[in-house]
T-cell receptor, first 116, second 114 residues
Framework: AQKVTQAQTEISVVEKEDVTLDCVYETRDTTYYLFWYKQPPSGELVFLIRRNSFDEQNEISGRYSWNFQKSTSSFNFTITASQVVDSAVYFCALRAPYNQGGKLIFGQGTELSVKP | NAGVTQTPKFQVLKTGQSMTLQCAQDMNHEYMSWYRQDPGMGLRLIHYSVGAGITDQGEVPNGYNVSRSTTEDFPLRLLSAAPSQTSVYFC?????????????FGPGTRLLVL
């Protein structure tokens, strides 16, 4: 069965601190795709990144970076020099294959609070 | 290009009433889906569609109906609302149903059933 675990329910940091959000996944598929979404206080779900299982290069986008490690089944997300606007709930997700409905399997989310 | 749109943004229903949550996308996406988000339960799939005329059940389909007569629209119907259906509902779409495709979400509909 496929599963995504985000063990950190809530994280609180002070502005300009670096913060890492953990994501551990389980799947028996050899090829799979992982995603991160952001849900700010306004409530919408915003797509951040997609990563496939055969590309283990780290991804950097501005202050955001992602570390994918197949050996530990982890796909962690780091925000460098956090800002108040980064305050949100962040979801890690694994997408099921087409023959299993193609649904997104979400972790429980990590609520990040960045204080000024 | 509006992406995925949902109406209404907020709705209050009485137990037993029916209503339809609207979802539309203008990206020519084949795959559309409905999720509900509840505290402590995360996001759970209600129904999905891989193309016009084709729908299937997700994890929590009871109490909900869907149809897909066009590529653009995927309405979700509550036939007889119950308090357990109080939730935030998200519609999502992707180019196709393959796991490599990114799903994009609408802004959500907050539903309160009294």
């Amino acid at each position: 069965a496929q599963k995504v675990t985000q063990a950190q329910t809530e994280i609180s940091v002070v502005e300009k601190e670096d913060v890492t959000l953990d994501c551990v996944y389980e799947t028996r598929d050899t090829t799979y795709y992982l995603f991160w979404y952001k849900q700010p206080p306004s409530g919408e779900l915003v797509f951040l990144i997609r990563r496939n299982s055969f590309d283990e290069q780290n991804e950097i986008s501005g202050r955001y970076s992602w570390n994918f490690q197949k050996s530990t089944s982890s796909f962690n997300f780091t925000i460098t020099a956090s800002q108040v606007v980064d305050s949100a709930v962040y979801f890690c997700a694994l997408r099921a294959p087409y023959n299993q409905g193609g649904k997104l399997i979400f972790g429980q989310g990590t609520e990040l609070s960045v204080k000024p | 290009n509006a992406g995925v749109t949902q109406t209404p943004k907020f709705q209050v229903l009485k137990t037993g009433q029916s209503m339809t949550l609207q979802c539309a996308q203008d990206m020519n996406h084949e795959y559309m889906s409905w999720y509900r988000q509840d505290p402590g339960m995360g996001l759970r799939l209600i129904h999905y569609s891989v193309g016009a005329g084709i729908t299937d059940q997700g994890e929590v389909p009871n109490g909900y109906n869907v149809s897909r007569s066009t590529t653009e629209d995927f309405p979700l119907r509550l036939l007889s609302a119950a308090p357990s259906q109080t939730s935030v509902y998200f519609c999502a779409s992707s180019l196709a149903g393959g796991d490599q495709e990114t799903q994009y979400f609408g802004p959500g509909t907050r539903l309160l059933v009294l």
